[in-house]
């Protein structure tokens, strides 16, 4: 029997999705998905930087995460805003090595009824604001001279297209290719960059919607016949943010019961 020697030694499950010692930023971390994100981090070990707008949605969800969470006001929007979040943390000594662009939003009209305000307000969130947090965030990891992953949101509306969502679809599209050349920038600085690609996820937003014969009908085109839950993008968040997934980059994880491989 060959000798283990650290190469060929497998370590533990707990050890590989560890993020003991690391630190998470999650932007749109006021409710919804971004929470549930942070939620996942902190149970893994890290500590977590809640950031969004909101400073006094952030503060109590902060509070409730006890120790090793904090909030910080964050608006994707605003270059500055997002300089001095970041600079704030350097200040401490605090590195995020764990980045995740969660903050989106969506223009539910028609292309033909969409203003440009309209449009420019989901791109300047949905892209420009992604790029501009992991642009920063990776200026500081390569001052610093640490690894880290970069987690995007898309969503399977980035791969497949939905009516009255032009510019939410063409944004998470947008993402899918922003994430893989930021990979091949950021990799010789030991930063990874990947995509989770959620399918329907069931959120207090959205159950009334599902539970309309309209969203129920939805729901039977997903071949696992149900929606998903935010546990489901648990193991995937974690296998993207930890050593478990230390060769992986560039690449996109769909989390959706099988709905975008559905037969049209």
Known sequence: MPD???????????DLFSLA??????????????LAFARMLHGAGAHVVL?????????AAAAAFGERAEAARLDVTDDASIGACLAGLASRGVVADIIVNNAGIA???????????????????????AFLVAREAA???IAAGRPGSI??????????????????TATKAGLLHLTQSLAVELARHRIRVNALAPGYIETEMNAGFFATEAGQAMIRRIPQRRLGTPRDLAGPLLLLASEAGAHMTGATIVVDGGHTVNAV
């Open 4 to 14: 283990k020697t650290p190469e060929t030694a497998f370590p533990s499950a707990a």
């Open 21 to 34: 010692g690391r630190t998470a930023l999650i932007t749109g971390a006021s409710g919804g998905l971004g």
């Open 151 to 168: 987690i995007n949101i898309s969503s399977i509306l980035g791969i497949r297209v939905g009516s009255h969502l032009t510019s939410y």
């Open 107 to 129: 223009t539910t009209k028609l292309a033909v009824e969409q203003s440009a305000e309209d449009w420019d307000a989901v791109v300047a969130v949905n892209l420009r604001g």
């Open 139 to 141: 200026r500081h990891l």
């Open 51 to 59: 950031a969004a707008r909101s400073e006094r949605r952030l503060a």
